[in-house]
């Protein structure tokens, strides 16, 4: 299989991944979509390169690179809304009509809520309630130990519930 | 909200998809960056090498095709001069072997070009066959126009070398043509997988149309005014 067919087969595979991962961190479509464009755009760059440095891990990678991305967005943008106010952050209003009703009300709470949390905890929540990766496949992305990523998403849906709940 | 309830709520985020039309255009892009670095720089040498045969190729053509006009336009002043007759005999054989010699360097730079046409931008593949058509029609024509002329009848030379100009004309314009359907047939089919404006969709099914009832040029015209493919 050639490089760019083997590409397709992760883009598919990891595409609606990364786009959820970056939408839920920064809410708004059209960002997302920049940012996952850019993701997989620079993830290709390296694949068609990776006889120099293979990627053995592709989930870790796409989402190491989500990760800063999301970080080098907002360093950039001059507006860089304080975590504590981000649960007075308006969902875009571009947003399509199943992205809306996902993130009505209670939906968009807990997405701000989550927001709140340590970054850690949010990408283990993340990883573990809404795409259903295990302690130990969560391990090898985040590359920390499987017990550590078990108390973290105890402790991130803990104090989640608490957030809710205050 | 209890635990059960919070996870169950997790759970729908992960409805969330990207738009399909989006999904599309990124991963087009992705890839067509990709390409316009590989143009831009792997192998620059091999690309500047054929770039450089490429248009040799095509300048030859034009060249020859001008050379064939000029000498018609000369013939054409020589057959209505008020010189002798042997005087304009020879000067209308000295133009038509010229035409003969530009005709076979026409038809080695249309092989050229048809072995090269992978390497080669298909609209200007389309528009030199078509000046190549024109020319060896015009070639094709003065040559019956000597032929019939009366300082020139019965001259076995000249009527030996204007047949092979009819023969040759014909072998081309047969040769180019061939060409262009194959230009035509790749270009539509490139054409039909793009996304095209209402306008340019429009003028591609004309296209197909015209050159389904054989009308070669106004299907080339057409096609030439699509986008900037």
């Known amino acids: ?166 | 909200m209890e635990e059960k309830e919070l996870i169950r709520e997790l759970k729908i985020f992960s409805k969330i998809k990207p738009d399909k039309n989006w999904v599309v255009l990124s991963k087009r892009e992705i890839f067509k960056e990709e390409e316009k670095t590989q143009e831009r720089f792997l192998f620059p040498w091999k690309v500047f090498i054929s770039t450089l045969s490429i248009i040799t190729l095509l300048l030859f053509a034009i060249y020859f095709q001008t050379n064939i006009n000029n000498k018609i336009a000369e013939i054409s002043k020589n057959l209505f001069a008020f010189e002798s007759k042997d005087q304009k005999t020879a000067q209308i054989s000295e133009s038509i072997k010229a035409i003969n010699e530009n005709l076979n360097k026409v038809e080695v730079s249309l092989d050229n070009i048809k072995e090269n046409k992978d390497k080669i931008n298909k609209k200007e593949v389309l528009g030199i066959t078509q000046v190549v058509k024109n020319t060896v029609q015009n070639s094709k024509e003065i040559a019956k126009k000597i032929e019939s002329a009366p300082d020139i009848k019965n001259q076995k030379e000249i009527s030996k070398t204007l047949g092979v100009i009819v023969e040759t004309s014909d072998k081309i314009r047969e040769k180019s043509e061939e060409l262009q359907i194959e230009m035509i047939k790749a270009l539509i089919s490139d054409l039909s997988k793009r996304s095209l404006s209402l306008e340019d969709s429009q003028k591609l099914e004309k296209a197909k149309d015209y050159f389904e009832k054989g009308d070669i040029q106004t299907a080339i015209i057409l096609l030439s005014q699509i986008g900037s493919y």
């Open chain 1, 1 to 166: 299989m050639n490089p760019k067919k083997k590409y397709e087969k992760l883009y598919n595979q990891y595409l609606d991944k990364i786009y959820r991962f970056i939408f839920i961190k920064v809410g708004q479509k059209e960002t997302a979509q920049d940012l996952t464009h850019q993701v997989f755009l620079k993830a290709w760059q390296r694949f068609k390169n990776s006889n120099l440095s293979p990627i053995n891990n592709p989930s870790a990678y796409f989402y190491q690179v989500a990760r800063n991305e999301i970080a080098d967005y907002y360093r950039k943008s001059k507006n860089i809304v304080p975590i504590d106010d981000l649960k007075n952050e308006p969902v875009d209003p571009n947003i399509n009509q199943e992205e809306k009703i996902i993130l009505s009300n209670e939906l968009e709470k807990i997405r701000i809520k989550l927001l709140n949390l340590p970054e850690e905890y949010q990408n283990v929540v993340f990883l573990h309630y809404i795409e259903g990766y295990s302690y130990k496949e969560i391990g090898k992305i985040l590359q920390k130990d499987e017990n550590t990523i078990r108390v973290i998403a105890f402790r991130g849906l803990q104090q989640l519930k608490n957030l809710l709940s205050s």
